[in-house]
């Protein structure tokens, strides 16, 4: 019962697996199929890298130490479900069975690399606009009464955009099929979190808006798709849910930042003591689910991941016609007219 002087009591919860020395009830080959998607995420990070040094892609921007976050929600999810996602998410669209080398294509400045997504949105550069896109389609879901849910990734500097709050605010009030998954990474750009905000988590948030919040340990990956199927059960019933992945960006904002001149290495290393995969590694060791294949399995990640980068250095220049497709079903008048322009330009 509330005391007279208060207006409003809640809680949200926080979920920890690994930390707890709680046993998973996933099975040994799920267990190893969420390894192996964690080293191939952390191998195509590294490239990104390296061709971004050689000029082959213009800007990266890493998920390196956020690979459980996002390959745990995704792991949770239905492939009829749908994904939107801002622009660290590369791991995420890995999970969801993206082509490696439209990954890489859509890095180096091609488009079309993400031009036949199934039921996941492309990169969202703008900061927070996403989460209208994934509360918009959520509150679809509800409309139409689908048992489908709407996987929106934000990042916590994004928690201080208007974007954000109309988002959340909405899937409230039109009951829609939303997830929103905020990676608390601890910083945006050189922003820390102590500043973007002060209020103690970003989970709390949600309470605001009359919905669930739910805080999860984001380098656990089994905490996280504990947290996701609880939170996707939800949603799909109409209950939208605000989850906190409390993780680390153990690498520079994106290739064009420097982070050692705002953030101190000591406190880097210590989040490396927390890397997600060393994690899951000790997991599996610990509960006799190791298996030396997956040791194996770096090797062939890593010829994986060059193959696809190859192929998608090979793929010819687009025309520069098919800058004015895809964009909308049908191509308003504007366009239309600024195609034919150039087109006589070209002629
Ligand atoms: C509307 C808008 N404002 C500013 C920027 C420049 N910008 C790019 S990333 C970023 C920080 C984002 O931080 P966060 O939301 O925490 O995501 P993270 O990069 O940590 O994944 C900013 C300010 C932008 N892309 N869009």
Redesign the pocket.
Known sequence: MMAANQVYEGAIKRIEVMAQDEESSLEKDQLHEIYRQMILARKFDEKAFKLQRRGEVSTY?PHKG?EASQIGAVFAMNDDDWMVP???ETAAYIARGAPLDKLFQRWMGDARGQKDLENDLPVA?????QNLHAVGIGMAMSFDEEEKAVVGF????????G?FHEALNFSGVFDAHSVIVV???????S?P?EK?TNAETIAQKALAYGIEGIQVDGNDVLAVIEAMNEALEKARNGEPVLLEAVTY?LED??TSDDSTRYRDEQEVEEWKEHDPILRLKDYLKENDQWDESLEEYEEKAEEKINEAANKAMEVEDPEMEEMFEYVYKEMPDLLKKDKKELEEVEK
């Open positions: 921007a956020q801002s622009f660290r550069i703008p900061v927070g606009t934000t990042g916590d500097g994004s928690t201080s955009e974007d990676q608390n990474n601890q910083y945006a750009i922003m979190v973007q960006r904002h994106t």
